[in-house]
């Protein structure tokens, strides 16, 4: 999901350039701030109080338990970029989530019966080109919410990010008051994941494409 919005701007700097521009000095910001923000979102009440021993890039799977997670298994994956284009290298991406029955692992769940094997929380550092990759359930419907994945985005050099990822087409995402919030259609679609199959990857698992834009700090 390319959100450049310059194309106008860049051929007409293209331009500029061209015609003899040594010494044309242009000021960072004109040059560079071409991508979209993704939109904020709030962090809501259920980030860990304590992150889990097994916080790794594999939800589905808990150290020292047998069996995985309960729910269907998808890859989410995607890059980060400033809002300049640079790739976030050793950034890093947290994400959270409730269980295959709507529930967290966290003391705000009263229910107390989230599923001891899904992790729940995973945290990833960026690689060079700013890419993550978890391998998690797809989130599901909980009282109130639409089906979302938390995520929390920083690194150096930007601002950093709360924000939610959606499902694309799931119905109850028109009566969300959160995903609604955001009342920019291209804004919500930045947020809004379509999942496919990935024979590629295993043969029951899906994949979605998050892709995440962050403003510099400085
Ligand atoms: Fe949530």
Redesign the pocket.
């Known amino acids: 999901m390319d959100r450049c919005v310059s194309f106008p701007r860049r051929r007409f700097l293209a331009t500029a350039l061209g015609a003899g521009a040594g010494g044309l000095w242009l000021p960072a910001p004109l040059l560079a701030a071409t991508r979209a923000l993704t939109p904020r979102q709030t962090e809501?009440?259920?980030y860990p109080v304590e992150i889990p021993a097994d916080s790794d890039r594999n939800l589905v799977q808990v150290a020292g338990r047998p069996e995985p997670a309960a729910g269907d298994v998808v890859q989410v994956f995607g890059q980060v970029r400033d809002d300049s284009g640079r790739p976030l290298a050793g950034g890093q991406v947290e994400i959270?989530?409730?269980d295959a029955f709507g529930h967290?692992h966290h003391p705000g769940d009263r229910s107390g019966r989230a599923d001891p094997n899904f992790q729940g929380f995973g945290r990833a550092v960026l690689d060079e080109e700013g890419r993550y990759a978890f391998r998690t359930i797809k989130p599901v419907p909980?009282p109130g919410?639409t089906p979302?994945?938390?995520f929390a985005v920083s690194g150096p050099g930007v601002v950093p990010l709360t924000t939610?990822m959606y499902l694309a087409g799931h119905p109850l995402n028109d009566r969300d008051f959160l995903y609604n919030a955001i009342r920019d259609p291209a804004a919500r679609d930045s947020i809004t994941v379509a999942f496919r199959a990935a024979p590629e990857i295993g043969p029951d698992i899906e994949a979605g494409r998050f892709d995440l834009v962050l403003g510099r700090s400085l």
């Open positions: 809501g009440p259920f959270w989530q409730c967290y909980y919410r979302h994945i938390h939610q």
